[in-house]
């Protein structure tokens, strides 16, 4: 894995719809709208945050987090709005020992069901896979998130089973969790 690639200089993914990029305080409000809604968090092992301030230091965070060089949160924007932040995706847990990443990502609620997600992931993949070298992405998905499942299969990731209960969620307790994954030779081969 050629980690320094990831970590040198913010990587900005383009593809042909989307631009992954870094968030900054000037997209305070939609990530505002994002991280406030209930709705959003429903199946992540994340609390919803409903005080503006927190999700100010939270955006600082994003960067502090990069600079340690332990996760990276792109901003999810679309190609005719470069301004306009509609969703989040993540690259977090490097494991340099097997060559391996963990992902994770969430849209604005307006913006479910139109294909975003899979794109951003898709984006986000040949990253991985092709410039950083990446060998096996993951991601763990709680067993009643159907939509999420979906994105992931449709990027060819497979399900490898459940983990019953074996991680704890904040908001949630402890859960069962899908695990996902796609491996270089999979992706390579699709």
């Known amino acids: 894995m050629e980690i320094n690639i990831a970590f040198e200089q913010f990587p900005i993914l383009k593809s042909e719809h989307l631009i992954l990029k ?4 000037s997209h305070l409000e939609e990530v505002y709208a ?10 992540c092992g994340i609390l919803p945050k409903h005080n503006k301030e927190t999700v100010k230091s939270m955006i600082g965070h994003f960067e502090r987090d ?3 060089r332990s996760r990276i949160k792109w901003g999810i924007f679309t190609s005719n ?8 995706i993540e690259a ?7 060559n391996m990443v963990t992902i ?3 849209l604005a609620e307006t913006y479910w069901g139109q294909g975003i997600a899979s794109h951003a992931l898709n984006r986000l993949l040949s990253f991985l896979f092709e410039e950083v070298g990446v060998n096996r992405v993951q991601a763990e998905v709680m067993p009643a998130n159907e939509i999420s499942k979906k994105v992931l ?16 969620w904040s908001g949630k307790g402890i859960v069962d969790l899908e695990m996902y994954s796609i491996l ?6 699709s």
């Open 22 to 25: 870094q968030i900054d305080v």
């Open 34 to 43: 994002i991280y406030s809604n209930d709705n959003v968090f429903a199946y």
């Open 66 to 68: 990069y600079s340690k």
């Open 81 to 88: 709005d470069e301004d306009k932040l509609v969703g989040i």
């Open 92 to 98: 977090c847990d490097f494991n340099l020992k097997v």
């Open 104 to 106: 994770g990502y969430f």
């Open 153 to 168: 299969l449709r990027n060819g990731f497979v399900l490898e089973g459940t983990l019953r209960q074996a991680s704890f």
């Open 184 to 189: 270089k030779q999979d992706y390579v081969n």
